[in-house]
């Protein structure tokens, strides 16, 4: 991987270090407003859902030419939300707030892998190399999780 193309990497995975970041400070948060576990995982669920949820729109609405006004769109709204978080006082407003974050944050990420993309030159076959890197990810988690489940767990 050369420098140019570790450039381009960076943003997306400081976005997905302060989203897992913040999924691990949530748990604790909620249980100081006194919420029961069953909500506590449901208000949590919402997030992913709602990245899920934003992929295929974003997905559609994307153009190489206004790639760079719409990812700057979701990560000013992912650090409105993320500013917002300070002012939860119930469930309903952190699942409306973590709802938002949730989707800013499944726009920004669809949105910047796409614009990554685009941006490698044509002679690599960008979209064989993101998509195969996607699916060894994916097909790497679970073995990674019995690694660690007997390296560390046992």
């Not at 949530?26 to 506590?40: E, H, R, T």
């Not at 729109?57 to 030419?65: D, E, F, I, Q, W």
């Not at 993320?82 to 726009?107: Q, R």
Request: proline fraction near 5%.
């Amino acid at each position: 991987m050369n420098l140019n193309t570790l450039k381009l990497l960076l943003p997306v995975v400081a976005v997905t270090i302060q989203n897992n970041s913040a999924s691990t400070l949530i748990p604790p948060f909620l249980q100081d407003l006194n919420m029961p576990v069953v909500a506590i995982g449901t208000l949590i669920s919402l997030n992913p859902i709602f990245a899920l949820l934003s992929r295929l729109p974003v997905g559609m609405a994307y153009r190489h030419s206004r790639a760079r006004l719409l990812i700057g769109v979701g990560v000013i709204v992912m650090g409105i939300t993320n500013f917002l978080y300070s002012f939860v006082t119930g469930s309903v407003s952190f699942a409306i707030v973590h709802s938002v974050n949730g989707f800013a944050y499944g726009a920004v990420t669809t949105l910047y892998m796409a614009f990554y993309v685009d941006s490698l030159p044509s002679e690599r076959g960008g979209q064989w190399e993101t998509s195969g890197c996607q699916f060894g990810l994916h097909r790497l988690q679970p073995l990674l999780g019995q690694v660690h489940q007997y390296l560390v767990l046992r």
